[in-house]
């Protein structure tokens, strides 16, 4: 491998903070199979390194430069000190964190079929179970690349792999739950389009509201997965994908919002134009330095932002069971299992529950992703809304 140089990039950061879910890490080199090549990347000081190797059945992927590609995927002609020192001066709390060890945060420009897929994974998911979906899409379906150090390397498989009938049974062999008939029918849909995938790609040549609404025919795509694929792979630069977290910075470091009990769809308006109007036209891009700077994995563990009430209570664990009624039920909470224990972490002032199961969450250490609530707020309301679902 022959290393080239690229810069201004926090090249783990961006990474690890739940844009993009098939970059495997070697030490200090990160690693990916992407349009017929393998791409490694690696930091050392303030120079972003990078080397290629191409796929031996597909040679037309030589044609396409990986500078060229690397460039694209990460937006590198995107100036990110103006960026920042531009939010900085508008936004105070926005200087004092851009201050500390979050420079060089990007939106990645991903493939949007890529990006749509791997985000209709991530509905009720975290970042550790997403990755393993989204390897397990290009390592039984995907086309064959190439591999390096014992490691074999796929690409993303089109809509066209992953449109047949056959594929949900599949993917729920895998463990995809409900979300392999959700795959299933997107790639069905997109495969049968008669301009296939370049009908997303074409989403990034028309206004933010015609593309949300577009992504939103889709199976399995609400609004906000549909934000998050308009702001990572559809050139959407002001659209901020407003989870539980993002709602938590909004209220905790701004204030804002406090008047909303739950994210409701107004609430969910209301966020977003809160940070549009804050930020500017890159609003996407300035919601990411934060959301990535409260990231627990990111900080040792534990939220940056969060601290605990000396006066806090040593936890206290109870179990509940969840009856089933139904085969449908079984499916719609597939990635629930019928035995949750819920850990109930009692301060001064609030009660925070933690649904606890080794497949879904890492415990405290959950990654919340981009618009996706976080899963210590959101599994026990969800398994309280399911219909004919008794907690």
């Not at 490694?40 to 303030?46: A, M, N, T």
């Not at 997403?130 to 390397?153: A, P, R, T, W």
């Not at 609404?213 to 998050?228: E, F, H, I, R």
């Not at 940056?304 to 109870?318: D, F, I, L, Q, R």
């Amino acid at each position: 491998m022959e290393w080239k140089t690229l810069a201004e990039l926090s090249l783990a950061t961006v990474l690890r903070c739940g844009q993009s879910f098939r970059w495997k890490q070697n030490g200090d080199v990160w690693s990916i199979g992407y349009k017929g090549r393998v791409i490694f990347l690696k930091h050392e000081q303030d120079q972003l390194h990078y080397a290629d190797i191409f796929s031996e059945t597909n040679k037309s992927a030589a044609k396409l430069s990986t500078h060229d590609i690397i460039n694209d995927y990460f937006s590198l002609d995107t100036k990110l000190s103006d960026l920042y020192l531009q939010w900085s001066e508008k936004d105070p709390h926005f200087k004092k964190i851009a201050a500390t060890d979050f420079h060089g945060i990007r939106i990645l420009r991903q493939d949007p079929w890529e990006n749509l897929c791997s985000f209709i994974c991530s509905t009720n998911n975290n970042i550790k179970r997403i990755s393993q979906m989204v390897e397990n899409l290009c390592l039984h379906f995907g086309d064959y690349i190439s591999d390096h150090d014992g490691i074999k390397y796929y690409d993303f498989p089109t809509p066209v792999q992953l449109s047949d009938p056959s594929v949900e049974a599949k993917l729920r062999q895998l463990g995809f739950g409900y979300r392999a008939k959700y795959i299933q029918k997107t790639a069905q849909m997109i495969s049968e389009h008669p301009e296939g995938v370049a009908s997303l790609i074409k989403l990034r040549e028309i206004p933010y509201q015609d593309a949300h609404k577009s992504l939103l025919q889709y199976v399995g795509v609400g609004p906000k997965v549909a934000d998050c694929v308009c702001l990572m792979s559809l050139d959407k630069h002001d659209c901020v994908p407003v989870d539980t977290h993002v709602w938590q910075i909004a209220q905790r470091d701004y204030k804002f919002g406090r008047n909303y009990k739950t994210l409701t769809k107004t609430a969910y308006e209301a966020v977003g134009d809160f940070f549009r109007n804050t930020w500017g036209e890159y609003a996407g891009w300035a919601h990411s330095v934060l959301f990535a700077a409260d990231l627990r994995d990111l900080n040792n563990g534990q939220s940056k932002n969060t601290t605990k009430s000396p006066e806090a209570k040593a936890p206290t664990k109870t179990k509940k069971r969840v009856r089933v009624k139904s085969e449908e039920d079984k499916e719609n909470i597939s990635d629930i299992t019928a035995k949750v224990e819920i850990k109930l972490e009692t301060t001064d002032d609030t009660i925070k529950i933690n649904a606890m199961k080794t497949d879904v969450t890492e415990s405290k250490k959950h990654i919340p992703v981009l618009g996706e609530e976080l899963v210590h707020e959101s599994v026990s309301e969800r398994l309280k809304k399911r219909r004919r679902v008794k907690v």
